[in-house]
């Protein structure tokens, strides 16, 4: 099984749709998650981190379910410009200590007009 | 802050010779990361370094690859000789902490191609 395991799509949704994703983690020790959002030839950079008790940041909104080991992204009122692929990122460490953070391969959204 | 600045962005080359990619992480960090990105594996960690020091190579994946990092503000990444399945394109990160539990900053990336 693979570390960091996630949906590669595409999501193909309209305008306005919601979409969630999910990603899947092998290490129960796992602390650290996030997501990060791609750009087609472009770098990674992080959308949000995910606190176990779920977090929200606009039309955004990030879950954490540590018994099923994975991580939800779901996006509302979808925007042509959420079209991307979205990396869910996990680290085995807490603070103070080095674990190497694992990618997942990534989900492509394509938001269509 | 101008991010973390990597160079060449795009590089070709022939098969045999070496390649060097440079990064300048943002001022104050003091972790840095090296991953290559292909569509079949990814992203994948190639190297981690902590105050100028390699504390993760497990991922570089043999001799013909090599880092270096002589001081906070400079890293390179080398390969030599390279091959066509080389071809990717390299991300330098670096981040405040190097733990895991703060963002990594990526740089814009170097698409290598080795023909």
């Given at each position: 099984r693979k570390e960091v395991e996630q949906d590669p799509g595409p999501f193909n949704v309209p305008e306005g749709a919601t979409?969630?994703?999910?990603?899947?983690?092998?290490?129960?020790?796992?602390?650290s998650f996030f997501w990060y959002r791609q750009d087609c030839r472009k770098e990674p950079k992080l959308l949000m981190s995910v606190y176990s008790s779920g977090n929200e940041d606009g039309r955004f909104t990030a879950?954490?379910?540590?018994?099923s080991q994975y991580i939800s992204l779901l996006i509302r009122d979808s925007k042509l410009s959420d079209s991307a692929t979205y990396l869910c990122v996990?680290?085995?460490?807490?603070?103070?200590?080095?674990?190497?953070?694992?990618?997942?391969?990534?989900?492509k959204l394509q938001v269509i007009p | 802050d101008a991010g973390v600045i990597q160079s060449p962005?795009?590089?070709?080359?022939?098969m045999g010779q070496e390649v060097t990619l440079r990064c300048k992480p943002i001022s104050g960090h003091n972790s840095l990361f090296w991953y290559r990105q292909t569509m079949m594996r990814g992203l994948e960690l190639l190297i981690?370094?902590?105050?100028?020091?390699?504390?993760?190579?497990?991922?570089?994946?043999?001799?013909?690859?090599?880092?270096?990092m002589p001081n906070a503000s400079f890293s390179t990444l080398k390969i030599q000789p390279s091959e066509p399945r080389d071809s990717a394109v390299y991300f330098c990160a670096s981040s405040w902490q190097g733990d895991g539990t703060d963002t990594q900053y990526f740089g814009p990336g170097t698409r290598l191609t080795v023909l």
């Amino acid at each position: 099984r693979k570390e960091v395991e996630q949906d590669p799509g595409p999501f193909n949704v309209p305008e306005g749709a919601t979409v969630a994703f999910n990603c899947t983690y092998s290490n129960s020790a796992s602390q650290s998650f996030f997501w990060y959002r791609q750009d087609c030839r472009k770098e990674p950079k992080l959308l949000m981190s995910v606190y176990s008790s779920g977090n929200e940041d606009g039309r955004f909104t990030a879950q954490l379910n540590r018994a099923s080991q994975y991580i939800s992204l779901l996006i509302r009122d979808s925007k042509l410009s959420d079209s991307a692929t979205y990396l869910c990122v996990v680290n085995p460490a807490g603070s103070g200590g080095y674990q190497k953070v694992t990618f997942g391969t990534g989900t492509k959204l394509q938001v269509i007009p | 802050d101008a991010g973390v600045i990597q160079s060449p962005r795009h590089e070709v080359t022939e098969m045999g010779q070496e390649v060097t990619l440079r990064c300048k992480p943002i001022s104050g960090h003091n972790s840095l990361f090296w991953y290559r990105q292909t569509m079949m594996r990814g992203l994948e960690l190639l190297i981690y370094f902590n105050n100028n020091v390699p504390i993760d190579d497990s991922g570089m994946p043999e001799d013909r690859f090599s880092a270096k990092m002589p001081n906070a503000s400079f890293s390179t990444l080398k390969i030599q000789p390279s091959e066509p399945r080389d071809s990717a394109v390299y991300f330098c990160a670096s981040s405040w902490q190097g733990d895991g539990t703060d963002t990594q900053y990526f740089g814009p990336g170097t698409r290598l191609t080795v023909l």
